[in-house]
């Protein structure tokens, strides 16, 4: 059963990084494009960060870089000058043709 576990969330002041991790089970990682979505509080789900198995990339929001480790099976969001908007719910998935996996969330909250 294929599993995404994300860690690395916490509470940081403004201006700090963060560093959030998702490892993989039961699936192989050179296989999907994974991305990187948030959700604040009343709003919708939208992409922090996208990396194709191409090594293509697209960002929703700058000052952070998607990356991923095949060997450990683990992807990583690295996240720098963080702001209180940035505050939110982190979501790790991955996707390839019709199989579409999510983690449950990681929460990052941003203090001024």
């Known amino acids: 059963q294929a599993q995404l576990v994300e860690s690395g969330g916490g509470l940081v002041q403004a201006g700090g990084s963060l560093t959030l991790s998702c490892t993989a089970s039961?699936?192989?990682?050179?296989?999907?494009?994974v991305a990187w979505y948030r959700q604040a509080p009343g709003k919708e789900r939208e992409l922090v960060a996208r990396?194709?198995?191409?090594g293509n990339t697209n960002y929703g929001r700058g000052q952070c870089t998607i990356s991923k480790d095949d060997a450990k099976n683990t992807a990583y969001l690295q996240m720098n000058s963080l702001k209180v908007e940035d505050t939110a719910v982190y979501y790790c998935?991955?996707?390839?043709?019709?199989?579409?996996?999510w983690g449950q969330g990681t929460q990052v909250t941003v203090s001024s």
């Open positions: 039961g699936m192989n990682l050179r296989l999907y494009t």
């Open positions: 998935n991955m996707k390839v043709y019709r199989s579409d996996f």
């Open positions: 990396l194709y198995t191409s």
